[in-house]
T-cell receptor, first 111, second 118 residues
Framework: QKEVEQNSGPLSVPEGAIASLNCTYS??????FFWYRQYSGKSPELIMS????GDKEDGRFTAQLNKASQYVSLLIRDSQPSDSATYLC???????????FGKGTSLLVTP | EPEVTQTPSHQVTQMGQEVILRCVPI?????FYWYRQILGQKVEFLVS????????KSEIFDDQFSVERPDGSNFTLKIRSTKLEDSAMYFC????????????????FGPGTRLTVL
């Protein structure tokens, strides 16, 4: 079973600050990486996907991928209380059909 | 915006009973998935389905589980004889193999069915 590791948190940041969420993965050949947001009792909602080394920006969100170090991160700028949720890192399995999820990092943005 | 739908939102059943969870994937998607999330735990892959057959299944997806696409829109997960440990949130997802490679596709999740086995 290929592993996806995340700090469970909670990560607490004040409103307006930058939240930094990290994820490491064990399968060196992984190619596709996803960040999902999950509110309590709800389903995962896609935030961003990233496939190439470097940064990818979408609004207040920036995903960063470093395949050599096998980590992917998510930065949330100007954090809002509505960003308070669990953030899930997901990586495709070798077969390319299954998403392997980390346990998620709980983010709390305080007003 | 198209979305994955699931019914029912909550299913309560007695241990040993059969349950069928239903999903309507996004209409132009060709890959379908089931995941589960036990309370407080991570999202776990169960099965993927393409072209009317299972493309991959996890160790969790044993003989008690089956999937079916009975018509052009529905995708179902059947648990034949439920156990207490089957209590979880079950998510259906679908993806569009735009590049012909599922391993780059974004999977879109439905709202889930909370299954409670008593």
């Amino acid at each position: 079973q290929k592993e996806v590791e995340q700090n469970s948190g909670p990560l607490s940041v004040p409103e307006g600050a930058i939240a930094s969420l990290n994820c490491t993965y064990s399968d060196r050949v992984s190619q596709s990486f996803f960040w999902y947001r999950q509110y309590s009792g709800k389903s995962p909602e896609l935030i961003m996907s990233i496939y190439s080394n470097g940064d990818k920006e979408d609004g207040r969100f920036t995903a960063q991928l470093n395949k050599a170090s096998q980590y992917v991160s998510l930065l949330i700028r100007d954090s809002q209380p509505s960003d308070s949720a669990t953030y899930l890192c997901a990586v495709y399995s070798n077969s390319g059909y299954a998403l392997n999820f980390g346990k998620g990092t709980s983010l709390l943005v305080t007003p | 915006e198209p979305e994955v739908t699931q019914t029912p939102s909550h299913q309560v059943t007695q241990m040993g009973q059969e349950v069928i969870l239903r999903c309507v994937p996004i209409s132009n998607h060709l890959y379908f998935y089931w995941y589960r999330q036990i309370l407080g735990q991570k999202v776990e892959f169960l099965v993927s389905f393409y072209n009317n057959e299972i493309s991959e299944k996890s160790e969790i997806f044993d003989d008690q589980f089956s999937v079916e696409r009975p018509d052009g829109s529905n995708f179902t997960l059947k648990i034949r004889s439920t156990k207490l440990e089957d209590s979880a949130m079950y998510f259906c997802a679908s993806s569009d193999p735009g590049q012909g490679q599922p391993s780059t596709d974004t999977q879109y999740f439905g709202p889930g069915t909370r299954l409670t086995v008593l």
